[in-house]
C-alpha cells in the first residue's frame, strides 16, 4: 500500500513554470513505478510521463516533451514534475500514480494508487 499527496499547483501565465510534489507514504518507494497523468474539464484522463523505479528512465507524451521534467529522489519518497512554457492547453488537474513492477505504462487502469489531484490553471 502507497498513499500520494500532490503539491504545487496553482495559477501561472502562460510561458510560466510550475513545479509539482508528489509524496509517497510507505518504506517502498522504490519499488514502484511513478507516473503523472492529467485530466482536463471534459476530457479522459490523459497520460504525462512516467519515471522508473531507479529514476535512470523516463518517457513522456509528445505534447509535453522538451517542456517537463519528470525526476524522483527516493530518499525523500518523492517524485516531481517541473513544468516549464506552460501554455493554456496544459490547464487541468494533475495525479501522480504508483503501479508496482517495472513496466512504464502509460494507461491509467495500469496505475494501483493515485493522489487526490492538484489543480493547474495557465492563463493566457
Known amino acids: 500500500q502507497v498513499q500520494l499527496v500532490e503539491s504545487g499547483g496553482g495559477l501561472v501565465q502562460a510561458g510560466g513554470s510550475l513545479r509539482l510534489s508528489c509524496a509517497a507514504s510507505?518504506?517502498?518507494?522504490?519499488?514502484?513505478?511513478m507516473g503523472w497523468f492529467r485530466q482536463a474539464p471534459g476530457k479522459e484522463r490523459e497520460f504525462v510521463a512516467t519515471?522508473?523505479?531507479?529514476?535512470?528512465?523516463?518517457y513522456y507524451v509528445d505534447s509535453v516533451k522538451g517542456r517537463f521534467t519528470i525526476s524522483r529522489d527516493n530518499a525523500k519518497n518523492t517524485v516531481y514534475l517541473q513544468m516549464n512554457s506552460l501554455k493554456s492547453e496544459d490547464t487541468a488537474v494533475y495525479y501522480c500514480?504508483?503501479?508496482?513492477?517495472?513496466?512504464?505504462?502509460?494507461?491509467?487502469?495500469?496505475?494501483?494508487?493515485w493522489g487526490q489531484g492538484t489543480q493547474v490553471t495557465v492563463s493566457s
Open positions: 500514480a504508483a503501479r508496482s513492477g517495472s513496466y512504464a505504462y502509460t494507461a491509467p487502469d495500469k496505475y494501483n494508487y
Open positions: 510507505g518504506r517502498t518507494f522504490s519499488s514502484y513505478t
Open positions: 519515471i522508473s523505479r531507479s529514476g535512470g528512465s523516463t
